[in-house]
């Protein structure tokens, strides 16, 4: 992914929280805790890996559509096909 410093400062934050979270999780299954509180941390990790795939999405699609990236062009099928994997 190239992007500019602006656009990967935040996606990098979503990913370490995530990170941080997912770490969290597993602890929790580790030493038994009780399965609302691990579903409820799981889902938070859920939402931040949401987010920085949104974010990445989003401060990459001028590169996607125009090709920018000395990559070509996506097409509309494979944008569509990128943001379903997200859903």
Do not use: Y
Request: aromatic share 2%; proline share 3%; net charge neutral.
């Amino acid at each position: 992914m190239q992007a500019d410093e602006e656009s990967v400062r935040p996606v990098l934050n979503h990913l370490r929280r995530a990170q941080g979270q997912l770490a969290a999780v597993i602890a929790m299954v580790e030493s038994g805790r009780d399965c609302e509180d691990v579903v409820t941390q799981l889902a938070a990790v859920s939402r931040a890996l949401d987010r920085a795939g949104f974010k990445i999405v989003a401060s990459g699609m001028r590169q996607c559509l125009t090709g920018d990236s000395g990559t070509p062009p996506m097409t509309r099928r494979e944008l569509e096909k990128l943001f379903l994997a997200l859903a």
